[in-house]
């Protein structure tokens, strides 16, 4: 069973629209994390939140604002939409204060913005 | 800030050659080291960690050592599979708190035919 569950796995959304990505663990974990990967850059690193605290923000842009509502939940909201912002979007978890948790990644939304 | 540069691909390699995909990284602070494996339509996964120089780790054959000298990370394997084709990120984070972003490198694509 996937322990990280990230909905939905394609999204195709219009320019100018707005879109929620989904992101559920079942791993127990205290820490989430959003990641982007595109086709021209690595897998990089968007926001990380612990205990629902956000810690870090790499992202420029206000148009993405994640949203804790529940302990396991960590959704990406993304408004006024550009096609810059097609990629495969990773939400990954992580238990804070444990030396041997491991990060583990979701399989992604694939988002494409016409 | 933290980068991370490695091996540019793809690598094509025949079964049972020996692997090498060089990693190499700049930070300021005493980083954890990692290695993901990541399939098409998957999130990246843990092929190993490494939290301390001068140590090595190693996962299905796979190895690197931490090369805190020569802030190198290199992966090898001595036999490589078709089931090894892959693409294979170099990447580094905190160590301690295990919370917290994790930089990567832009990946190398291997491909192993028989």
């Known amino acids: 069973d996937p322990k990280i569950i990230q909905k939905p796995k394609y999204l195709v959304a219009v320019t100018g629209s707005e879109k929620i990505l989904i992101c559920e663990q079942y791993?127990?974990?205290?820490?989430m994390y959003w990641y982007r990967q595109s086709a021209k850059k690595p897998l990089e690193f968007m926001f990380s939140y612990s205990y629902q605290k956000l810690m870090d923000n790499q992202t420029a842009s206000s148009r993405f604002q994640p949203q804790s509502s529940k302990k396991n939940h960590l959704d990406l909201q993304i408004t006024a939409l550009k096609p810059d912002d097609s990629a495969t979007y990773f939400c990954?978890?992580?238990?804070?204060?444990?030396?041997?948790?491991?990060?583990?990644f979701g399989s992604g939304t694939r988002l494409l913005v016409i | 800030g933290d980068s991370v540069t490695q091996t540019e691909g793809p690598v094509t390699l025949s079964e049972g050659t020996s692997l090498t995909v060089n990693c190499s990284y700049e930070?300021?602070?005493?980083?954890?080291l990692f290695w993901y494996v990541q399939y098409p339509g998957e999130g990246p996964q843990l092929l190993f960690k490494?939290?301390?120089?001068?140590e090595k780790g190693s996962n299905r054959g796979f190895e690197a050592t931490y090369n805190k000298e020569a802030t190198s990370f290199h992966l090898q394997k001595a036999s490589v599979q078709e089931s090894d084709s892959a693409v294979y990120y170099c990447?580094?984070?905190?160590?301690?708190?295990?919370?917290?972003?994790?930089?990567f490198g832009h990946g190398t694509i291997l491909r192993v035919h028989p």
């Open positions: 990447a580094l984070g905190p160590t301690g708190a295990n919370t917290g972003k994790l930089t």
């Open positions: 990954a978890s992580s238990q804070p204060g444990q030396a041997n948790s491991d990060y583990t």
């Open positions: 791993l127990g974990h205290n820490a």
């Open positions: 930070t300021k602070q005493y980083p954890t």
């Open positions: 490494v939290p301390k120089a001068n």
